[in-house]
């Protein structure tokens, strides 16, 4: 059974940076690829960034200069480092794995919540 767990999750002040990290199991954690993504209520959710198991990477424009995704196979484990962050950066952010770096997979954690106040 594939568990995603997201961990990480704070209240922060605009400006500051928060890292964000998921722990996999129950898959081949290395040939996955590994995506961020957010949602807050009423939208849908979004892709942030993601990775694949080689490094390769992909972000979405807003997040594109201010955050970093990566990950350690060997752990497997994958951050999202986040700076610089705005109000508008305040949603539930989500790992995900098994899709693309443009689409999302199957698995989904169950979220951490990034608030940040202005």
């Known amino acids: 059974q594939v568990q995603l767990v997201e961990s990480g999750g704070d209240l922060v002040q605009a400006g500051e940076s928060l890292k964000v990290s998921c722990t996999a199991s129950?898959?081949?954690?290395?040939?996955?690829?590994i995506g961020w993504y957010r949602q807050v209520p009423g939208k849908q959710r979004e892709l942030v960034a993601s990775i694949t198991g080689r490094g390769a990477t992909n972000y979405a424009d807003f997040a594109r200069g201010r955050f970093t995704v990566s990950r350690v196979n060997a752990k497997n484990s994958a951050f999202l480092q986040m700076s610089s962050l705005k109000p508008e950066d305040t949603a539930v952010y989500y790992c995900?794995?098994?899709?693309?770096?443009?689409?999302?997979?199957?698995?989904w954690g169950q979220g951490t919540q990034v608030t940040v106040s202005a």
């Open positions: 129950g898959l081949i954690f290395s040939i996955n690829v």
């Open positions: 995900n794995a098994g899709g693309s770096l443009t689409s999302p997979g199957f698995h």
